[in-house]
């Protein structure tokens, strides 16, 4: 039984039915497949000047996509996409303040909303995680072929993105802003840029297309060209091996030597409470929520407390001087353009990762808002700008300390526990990022792109979340996943998502998701 | 600067107008080149001052509460 459907349910509960387990899998599922389907599959520009109805998926029948003030969790979702984190607020109750976490509730579970960006993890830094470097190269391989990943082996990164044999379809093209970039970026020293592998297909395969370049990929799924999980569940849902139990959200789990581990569930629609019995349980609810049924389902722990990674995130709107005032190609896809990483000063591993958008399909009323102008004149200089405005986001990567920190509380229901989050890095730590940051923002000038701002969105705003139940666990030793890959003091239930990583390299992790859940069932298979 | 920044009934009104075919024009990317690009930051600089002023001045029950 795998528990969730994001990007490491999905991988896991295909391995398990490839290898010719009865696999269930638990999710809340929720989808909203109507918004999608209003969005006609024209490109961004065409849909700007004759849609009619263009309002719903822009910004949403209610306005849900016009950015509210202060923090909103989900924020970055368009209004197509809103529906990833529907009544997560009531189903994972977050007590305090400072860390906003973003909890999915979606079939696909964070995976719905996924930029794409796909990274190969190097054996030093699968090591660092606790992962054997070994058995995760044939995963990767297993990875690449169920998601279906475009990239160019030749990009000066690729040693770094990519160190990997997995096939790869021809790399997405580029945009006239990235290319313009591009052209002028030298690589050297500790920051160097090229193309990046993609979760997108640039050629047409089995039931989804290649990518139409519509500039349309952060509202519709436009010809499945991007990976979502949901595809991979709707593929199982054909075979007779493969249950789907949509509608539960798990909220603890039972298990002792020699029974059949059980999982408890609340009905999100009636509010009963069923329970689901296996053979073995691969818990994959994202690395948030796996630690909190685990929290929720030991016994005898002095504390209800663990340790928590969240890759610090900083991003940079610039203006790129090479393209002020000259038109773009409206021929683009949404995503990552292209990125890059962030060399440590002995140029040996990876202080950072970043990617650049191009900010066109994301309307400009919200360049205006942050604008301290008149909106009159913030909407002129937005539109002079546009063409221009290339976004860089840089993740870091994050260690375990005791100051970073998840805990169950009292207050919440014991179906719905309560989590309250201490996400405080050490002096040292913020050192060492900003130094990051002023290294990173040196790159860019030399690139001729402006920084006009520096955004943090908070701990949580990387939405790369992880080591909530690790193999070696600092705070507390208790909780924590076993080299077999089950979780101490739950016999055959198996961490299946980035919940027992011991680090988070600053490369996005959803890739790696993907081949560790493929690994883990291949355990669980062995072991039943 | 917050008072010079659009108030949020502005930015909604603003996401309206740009979504409805009949104003979606007037959002248009301004593309003529990289001297008329700095020209419009240049002018809107300029403009920026007085009706910065007039925004932080003005009563505040003519600015959506600002």
């Known amino acids: 039984m795998v528990i969730g459907s994001g990007i490491s349910g999905a991988s896991a509960a295909h391995r398990l039915v490839e290898l010719g387990a009865e696999t269930r899998l638990l999710d809340i599922g929720y989808d909203d497949g109507a918004l999608r389907q209003r969005i006609p599959d024209e490109p961004f520009d065409q849909l700007r000047s004759t849609d009619s109805g263009q309002a719903d998926y822009f910004i949403g029948r209610n306005k849900e996509g016009v950015p509210r003030k202060g923090v909103v969790v989900g924020a970055q979702l368009t209004p197509p996409r809103q529906f990833i984190h529907k009544d997560a607020a009531k189903l994972f109750p977050i007590a305090g303040s400072g860390f906003h976490p973003l909890m999915a509730t979606s079939a696909g579970g964070l995976g719905a909303g996924w930029g794409a960006a796909s990274f190969v993890f190097s054996p030093r830094e699968l090591e660092s995680a606790g992962l054997p470097a070994g058995a995760m190269a044939g995963c990767y391989e297993r990875a690449a072929e169920l998601l279906g990943i475009s990239g160019d082996r030749a990009s000066p990164v690729s040693k770094w993105c990519w160190p990997s044999a997995a096939n790869l379809q021809p790399p997405l093209e580029i945009d006239d802003n990235a290319a313009n970039i591009l052209r002028r970026w030298k690589n050297a020293g500790r920051v160097h840029a090229g193309s990046i592998p993609m979760a997108v297909l640039t050629r047409d395969r089995r039931e989804r297309r290649a990518n139409p370049y519509f500039d349309m990929d952060f509202y519709g799924d436009s010809r499945r060209s991007v990976f979502r999980p949901r595809y991979v569940i709707e593929e199982l849902r054909k075979s007779v091996h493969f249950h789907y139990a949509a509608g539960r959200a798990v909220f603890r789990l039972h298990s002792q030597p020699g029974q059949p581990p059980r999982a408890l569930a609340v009905h999100v629609d009636t509010g009963a409470v069923e329970t689901f019995t296996a053979n073995k349980i691969v818990l994959c609810a994202n690395a948030l929520n796996s630690g909190r049924i685990v929290l929720n389902s030991l016994d005898g722990l002095a504390a209800r407390r663990t340790t928590v990674l969240c890759n610090p995130y900083t991003y940079f709107p610039t203006i790129n001087l090479g393209m002020l005032g000259r038109p773009a190609a409206g021929r683009r896809h949404s995503l990552a353009q292209f990125g890059g990483v962030l060399l440590d000063s002995a140029q040996d591993g990876i202080d950072g990762v970043f990617q650049m958008y191009s900010y066109r399909s994301l309307l400009l009323f919200k360049l205006v808002k942050e604008m301290p102008l008149p909106p009159q004149l913030g909407l002129l200089v937005a539109r002079a700008l546009v063409t221009s405005m290339a976004i860089f986001g840089i993740f870091f990567r994050d260690r375990m300390s005791e100051s970073k920190c998840m805990e169950l509380v009292e207050g919440g229901t014991p179906e719905r526990p309560g989590l309250r989050f201490t996400y405080n890095p050490p002096e040292t730590e913020k050192a060492w990022r900003r130094a990051c940051e002023s290294e990173f923002r040196a790159a860019l000038l030399r690139s001729r792109c402006v920084p006009i701002g520096k955004v943090d969105p908070g701990p949580a705003g990387s939405i790369h979340y992880a080591g909530t139940i690790p193999f070696d666990n600092p705070v507390n030793p208790g909780v924590r996943t076993l080299p077999d890959g089950t979780i101490d003091g739950l016999p055959n239930v198996y961490s299946g998502d980035s919940a027992s990583w011991n680090t988070l390299p600053a490369k996005g992790l959803s890739f790696t998701l993907a081949a560790n859940a493929i690994r883990v069932a291949e355990l669980v298979a062995r072991a039943h | ?66």
């Open chain 2, 1 to 66: 600067m917050e008072r010079i920044r659009p108030a949020p009934q502005e930015i909604e009104d603003l996401a309206v107008r740009e979504t409805k075919l009949e104003t979606a024009g007037a959002f248009r990317p301004i593309c003529a080149g990289p001297v008329a690009a700095f020209a419009i930051l240049a002018f809107a600089g300029l403009a920026a001052i007085p009706l910065s002023l007039w925004r932080i001045l003005r009563p505040p029950s003519r600015t959506n509460g600002y």
